[in-house]
């Protein structure tokens, strides 16, 4: 199963939280030891800047 958490600090260490769908359909108990399998996504910009216009012959930067 593949599902995104989003880390944050407590004390000195990262944490992430199981999602509670996760946890269910796992049966997951306190306690107990899970395997994961890490992997940084990339951040993606699309979409970003909506509305912003394509670059024109103006926007181009003139470098002599």
């Known amino acids: 199963m ?3 958490v989003k ?3 407590i004390g000195g260490s990262i944490v ?3 999602p ?3 946890v269910e359909k796992e ?3 306190e306690n107990e030891f899970v395997k ?3 992997k940084k996504v990339k951040k993606t910009f699309f979409g970003k800047l909506k509305g ?3 670059f024109t012959e103006k926007d ?3 470098i002599e």
């Open 36 to 38: 994961l399998d890490i």
């Open 2 to 4: 593949e599902f995104l």
């Open 16 to 18: 992430t939280t199981i």
């Open 60 to 62: 181009e930067l003139d």
């Open 52 to 54: 912003v216009e394509p």
């Open 7 to 9: 880390t944050r600090k």
């Open 20 to 22: 509670k769908p996760v």
């Open 27 to 29: 049966d997951i108990k």
